[in-house]
């Protein structure tokens, strides 16, 4: 079912974030449009089309993001309760275990340089993205994302407020890609991009109640 979780202007240029599910032809066409334009030129390009990348989408929240009406983004947010996470036998089990309920994993992020709209800073659509899809899984009731980033991508989740799992390295199984995983709880003491969306939030989940399942680095 289509729902638009956003609708914005930046710059006189009209933002909008849909959420979709895979059933939704003309959203999902426009997903894998910007994941293809997004790896075009990567190694990774002719295996992000492969069943075993995309089977995840079946039941998992799809969401793009328009800007004046052409797909410039998307991030897909699967919970864990709807289906096996991506790489979900490198997560801590028990952490899974005690908190599936609570917990989703955003994927398959990835956006374009809208050239008509060149004023537009890209990592502020790219955080508008990303601000949007926590907001739209705290009202799930989502508490946790847990993700699993390239090596190079490390960096930009800590910048968000993200923190990377102790002894957490892994080969992606699809990639073959120095990888490690990372999570944020919504906890609105620990700083972070979405803190202002865990402000007065009920049932946080707080960095001391994460301890208690597994090591990360501070």
């Known amino acids: 079912m289509i729902a638009k979780i956003l609708e914005s202007k930046i710059k006189n240029c009209s933002i909008e974030i849909i959420r979709a599910l895979i059933s939704d032809d003309s959203i999902y066409n426009d997903i894998l449009f910007v994941r293809g ?13 492969k069943s075993s990348y995309t089977d995840y989408d079946s039941y998992s929240e799809l969401y793009c993001l328009y800007i004046n ?9 699967t ?7 991506d790489c979900e036998e490198y997560y801590p ?19 374009l340089k809208y050239y008509s709209c060149e004023k537009i800073n890209g990592n502020r659509v790219a955080h508008l993205l990303l601000e949007a899809v926590w907001k739209d899984q ?12 390239h090596e190079k991508m490390i960096s930009y989740y800590r910048k968000l407020g993200y923190l990377l799992i102790t002894d957490s390295f892994f080969l992606h199984p699809e990639f073959h890609t120095p990888s490690y995983v990372m999570f944020l709880s919504a906890d609105e003491s ?22 208690n399942y597994i090591e990360y680095q501070k």
């Open 190 to 211: 620990h700083p972070s991009y979405f803190q202002n969306l865990f402000s007065g939030l009920e049932n946080q989940m707080t960095l001391d109640m994460v301890s």
């Open 69 to 77: 009406d052409e797909p410039m983004g998307t991030v897909t947010g």
């Open 37 to 49: 334009e997004a790896y075009k030129n990567s190694v990774l390009y002719s295996k992000i089309f």
């Open 93 to 111: 089990t028990v952490f899974l275990e005690k908190y599936r309920d609570i917990i989703s994993s955003a994927s398959k992020f990835a956006t």
């Open 79 to 85: 919970q864990a309760t709807s289906g096996k996470l």
């Open 138 to 149: 705290i009202n799930m009731g989502i508490r946790i994302d847990i993700v699993n980033v």
